[in-house]
C-alpha cells in the first residue's frame, strides 16, 4: 500500500513541476492534482494557458 502512495505523490510532484510556468504554477498544479487525482491533474494542465512573460497582477 506505501508503494502507492509514493507514486500518486510522485506523479503530483511531476505535474506541479510540469506546471511551474502555467497559470497556476507549481503549487496550484500540485495541490490540484493531489486532490483530486493526478489524472485531473493532468486535464488541468493540458487546458490550462501558459503564463505571459512580465505580466504583473493588476493592482
Not at 500518486?8 to 493531489?34: E, T
Amino acid at each position: 500500500m506505501p508503494i502507492v502512495f509514493i507514486i500518486y505523490v510522485s506523479l503530483s510532484v511531476i505535474i506541479g513541476l510540469l506546471g511551474k510556468n502555467r497559470k497556476f504554477g507549481f503549487w496550484g498544479y500540485f495541490f490540484g492534482s493531489l486532490l483530486l487525482s493526478p489524472i485531473l491533474g493532468t486535464l488541468l494542465l493540458l487546458a490550462s494557458d501558459s503564463r505571459k512573460p512580465g505580466a504583473s497582477k493588476p493592482a
